[in-house]
Structures are given as structure tokens and as C-alpha cells.
């Protein structure tokens, strides 16, 4: 079964609306959660990292008051995008690193966020 | 810095011919490298990894794939497609737990 849950796996909203992502890591603890953004036809891009219990890391480009991350448990992430504008429309994929195991992470079965 | 090169961005290929989708790195440190499937509209799902040892190693639905220090490479392959094969595949590093992805290999398989 899936050991990172992200939801919703997709999103219709309206522009100017906000919309919150959620993930959550099922079977273990993660004080740091990732956040990818995906174009269509492109490759996964690092938005920015989520730190439990302190401020994210926001990648060079990424507008941290448009894309509000909130890790306030070991096993929750959520990504808030504020004001969204069609542009804002990708799928975005979280992350969770796994401790003890070099470099591996799981993903998240992403969210299609559609913004009309 | 870390870069992940896909030279191939399609890859068409007939059911049950052999494929070998390349994948090139560069980085300044010590790297895990990972291939990716991707189904649409779907996460993603680990194929394989190296991470020391062996430098070819095998993953699920039988790919396989070889690291190549000398030439910063980690070519993934399979002997025989089959229709199921056809998805997005990424190839990504992995240095100081952050991943770097390559811009995707698109393989289509035809029946």
C-alpha cells in the first residue's frame, strides 16, 4: 500500500481561489517533506522543502507567499496555493525521505491542479 | 551542482524489441541515482537504484540498468518490452537527500 498519501489527486478550482494539497506520511515519522511541481511534458521541479516544526525552504523563483507550506506535524505537509491563476495549473507531487536508506524517497500519487 | 541529462525525450519502440532509454549526470559529490516510472496522471514509482556495490543492477518489471562512473552515465534497460511499458520514465540523483530529475523519457511501446 501506498506509504506517502497525498490529496486530492485532483483539483478544479476558480481563479483567485486558493487551494490546499495535502501530504501525509502514513507508516513512519518525517520531520522533512519535499515539494515538486510538474509542467506538462517537463520534468519534476524542486519547489521547495518542507521543514516540521520551522519555516520551509523555498527554491530560487518559487514565491513563498504564493505557495504557503505548513508542516506542523511528523506526518503532515500541506501546500496552499493562494490566488491562483491559471498558470498556477501543473501537478504537484510531494515527497519523503527515508531515513536511514541512502537517498531513497517515496512520492506521493500527485495532484492535478487545474485552474479556469 | 547536480544535473541530470535524458537525451531521448521519445522513444518508440515495437512490443518485445529490446530498449535502452540513457541517462547522463554530472555532479561534484557522491550520488545515489534512481530510474522512475511515471503513469499518467499518476505519482511516481521506483524502477531501481544504485546506491553502491554492483554497478549493474535490477529492478521490477525487468529493467535493469548500469552505472558507469567513468562516463557519468546510467543507461536503463529491457530485453523485451511489452504494451504495459508504455509510460514516462525519469531518471534522477539523489545528493544531500534532494533529488534532481532528468527531463523524461517518454516510451511508447507499439503493438
Known amino acids: 500500500g501506498a506509504v506517502v498519501s497525498q490529496h486530492p489527486s485532483w483539483v478544479i478550482c476558480k481563479s483567485g481561489t486558493s487551494v490546499k494539497i495535502e501530504c501525509r506520511s502514513l507508516?513512519?515519522?518525517?520531520?522533512?517533506m519535499f515539494w515538486y511541481r510538474q509542467f506538462p511534458k517537463q520534468s519534476l521541479m524542486l519547489m521547495a522543502t518542507s521543514n516540521e516544526g520551522s519555516k520551509a525552504t523555498y527554491e530560487q523563483g518559487v514565491e513563498k507567499d504564493k505557495f504557503l507550506i505548513n508542516h506542523a506535524s511528523l506526518t503532515l505537509s500541506t501546500l496552499t496555493v493562494t490566488s491562483a491563476h491559471p498558470e498556477d495549473s501543473s501537478f504537484y507531487i510531494c515527497?519523503?525521505?527515508?531515513?536511514?536508506?541512502?537517498?531513497?524517497?517515496?512520492f506521493g500519487q500527485g495532484t492535478r491542479l487545474t485552474v479556469v | 551542482a547536480q544535473s541530470v541529462t535524458q537525451l531521448d525525450s521519445q522513444v518508440p519502440v515495437f512490443e518485445e524489441a529490446p530498449v535502452e532509454l540513457r541517462c547522463n549526470y554530472s555532479?561534484?559529490?557522491?550520488?545515489?541515482l534512481f530510474w522512475y516510472v511515471q503513469y499518467p496522471n499518476q505519482g511516481l514509482q521506483l524502477l531501481l537504484k544504485y546506491l553502491s556495490g554492483s554497478t549493474l543492477v535490477k529492478g521490477i518489471n525487468g529493467f535493469e540498468a548500469e552505472f558507469n562512473k567513468s562516463q557519468t552515465s546510467f543507461h536503463l534497460r529491457k530485453p523485451s518490452v511489452h504494451i504495459s511499458d508504455t509510460a514516462e520514465y525519469f531518471c534522477a540523483v539523489n545528493a544531500g537527500n534532494q533529488f534532481y530529475f532528468g527531463t523524461g523519457t517518454s516510451l511508447t511501446v507499439i503493438p
Open positions: 507508516d513512519f515519522q518525517a520531520t522533512t
Open positions: 555532479s561534484s559529490v557522491s550520488v545515489y
Open positions: 515527497s519523503v525521505p527515508l531515513r536511514g536508506l541512502k537517498g531513497e524517497a517515496f
